[in-house]
């Protein structure tokens, strides 16, 4: 790594900066999120999600009614990035209550790779609607109590799962000559069916080879369907090389990540080309119910093929599901709950290649306009989401492949401060070494774990080229496979990202060292800007969506059981 920056930067209120050769505190920082579709359709990323129940209460409600107390109903907003609201949910109506517990729970999904934004406003209904349904009351007609807002991991992350928030006037309302309204406790359970994981074991018969030399390298992608028909990628086996009748090692699905057990998935079985570019042999569509039952029967399913115009080959190929068993397992929130953190690190790449920050054609160009380019999205929508699942909010930040130049590298408004700075406080060079910087957060994984901490560490690196010590790497992560450590690689710019996804694990076999062994687990994954730029999700959505997984594959590797909270 050579000559580089390093800041521990909190991204709180008076936040100080150290510029030293290493970074030795840990952390995560603040952030937003949105939603990925081009990139998660092409690619095998989990969308790790639990069915959470909000149960509401109150205390101290304003009292409007003349002879009787308020007459209080919770109705819940989900809002978006750009400020629109879509009302969600009501509750019941509790009459004469200045501190009403509501019996009607809320259930929605908790994506852990969005900031998912709920907005709560309590109405007084009055007398004359009360024996009409909640859902068809008129909220204009209703006196307003006050509201309150929050992000939905806000409440998920705290160890008794219950916020209590202040209710306030609406936004734009003038203030009023009384300003107290009420408290809203909110409080969020795990649905059970959310903690269901399942095991499967496929098999095919008499696959079609689609190799002109040898026999077709077959492996299963399995994909939920979600709003519009689009395929979301859940799952994947393995690739198993040279084979017609393969018996792939066995697939875990939680009902969370598919939905429901009725959900419809769509299974395809497709050769492995090393150039990415696979060949479909055939799909089914059912659901878990359906593979549970095609198991007890002990029975096949004829794989079919599009041949264009919504019509279908059935091909002689079938799929078997060799076993079906499900097990209740510890969840993501279930380790939160406890205590578990995510801790944030970023590392920059300013290589000269990136050009000159100053001139608008650069990677690196910060926008008068406040446009933000690639490495400040990247940071910022990771940041939206990991902000909520670190205490302290601070976090170590590298750069890459730069000499220093003379002067303060100011880190008071935290990574995206020193980032900018540093651009103009460092001349950019070379070469792209990512070997030392995973080296230096896996000591920073590996002494936080000799010390009993309860952190997992996400590592984003962001870069526009290839890197020049390919096995310094590979021999990196094999050895930070152990740690509580995750990586998540954006590629920013037009280069050749191949060398990319051979870190990615996703695409093949484990990683191996220069000495022969190989990673326990996959903890890379990696997203080219551009691949996914066009699409509804952002780059860090389609990162995040596997983080839950990869953290969990390491709490059980490990025999690491969430305590009570």
Request: charged share 20%; net charge negative.
């Amino acid at each position: 790594m050579g000559n580089c920056f390093s800041e521990d930067v909190s991204s709180g209120p008076g936040a100080t900066a150290s510029v030293s050769g290493t970074a030795s505190s840990s952390s995560a920082l603040a952030t937003t999120n949105d939603a990925v579709d081009y990139y998660l359709k092409s690619r095998g990323y989990n969308g790790l999600f639990s069915q959470i129940e909000l149960s509401f209460s109150a205390t101290n409600l304003r009292d409007r009614d003349v002879l009787s107390k308020s007459d209080p109903m919770v109705v819940v907003y989900k809002k978006e990035k750009d400020e629109t609201l879509s009302e969600v949910f009501r509750t019941e109506v509790v009459l004469n209550s200045l501190a009403p517990k509501w019996i009607k729970k809320f259930t929605l999904a908790y994506h852990f790779e969005t900031v998912q934004t709920l907005l709560f406003r309590l109405y007084d209904v009055d007398t004359q609607y009360q024996n009409s349904r909640e859902e068809m009351l008129k909220l204009d007609d209703q006196q307003f109590l006050g509201e309150a807002t929050c992000a939905l991991s806000e409440i998920v992350t705290k160890s008794t799962r219950t916020i209590t928030l202040e209710l306030k006037r609406k936004e734009g309302f003038a203030a009023q000559s009384q300003p107290h309204h009420g408290k809203l406790i909110i409080h969020a359970e795990e649905c059970l069916a959310s903690k269901i994981t399942t095991e499967i074991v496929f098999r095919c018969s008499s696959l079609e080879s689609k190799d002109l030399f040898s026999k077709s390298d077959p492996f299963l992608v399995v994909s939920k369907i979600v709003e519009h028909g689009t395929p979301i990628p859940v799952s994947k086996t393995e690739v198993l090389k040279n084979n017609l009748n393969p018996i792939w090692k066995p697939l875990f699905l939680s009902v969370q990540q598919v939905g429901s057990k009725d959900s419809p998935l769509i299974i395809e079985c497709s050769d492995f080309n090393s150039n990415g570019k696979h060949s479909l042999i055939g799909k089914v569509q059912k659901s878990l119910a359906d593979l549970e039952k095609l198991h007890l029967a002990g029975q096949g399913i004829n794989l079919s093929l599009p041949t264009g115009a919504g019509q279908n080959k059935v091909l002689k190929s079938q799929l078997f599901v060799e076993k079906f068993t499900e097990t209740v397992q510890h969840t993501f929130l279930e380790y939160l709950a406890s205590g578990f953190e995510l801790s944030f690190m970023v590392a920059i790449d300013f290589t000269a290649s990136n050009g000159n920050p100053r001139l608008p054609d650069s990677l690196h160009y910060v926008d008068p306009s406040g446009h933000l380019n690639a490495y400040q999205r990247a940071i910022v929508e990771l940041g939206e989401v990991l902000q909520f699942y670190d205490s302290d909010k601070r976090f170590p930040a590298w750069g890459f492949g730069a000499r220093p130049i003379d002067g303060p590298v100011d880190g008071i408004q935290g990574i995206l401060t020193s980032y900018t700075s540093a651009l103009f406080n460092v001349s950019l060079a070379g070469p792209t070494l990512f070997g030392p910087v995973i080296n230096s957060a896996a000591m920073t994984a590996s002494q936080s774990l000799a010390q009993g901490s309860r952190r997992y560490y996400v590592l984003l690196i962001i870069t526009d080229g290839v890197i020049t010590d390919l096995q310094e790497t590979k021999d990196a992560l094999v050895s930070a496979s152990d740690l509580p450590l995750s990586i998540l690689i954006v590629g920013v710019g037009g280069a050749d990202f191949k060398e990319m996804e051979i870190l990615d694990a996703d695409r093949g076999d484990r990683l191996e060292s220069s000495t022969g062994r190989l990673a326990s687990r996959d903890i890379v994954q990696f997203v080219a800007l551009r691949d996914v730029q066009h699409g509804e999700i952002s780059v860090v959505q389609a990162l995040l969506a596997e983080l839950p997984s990869q953290f969990l594959t390491y709490m059980r590797i490990r025999n690491m059981k969430p305590g009570p909270p």
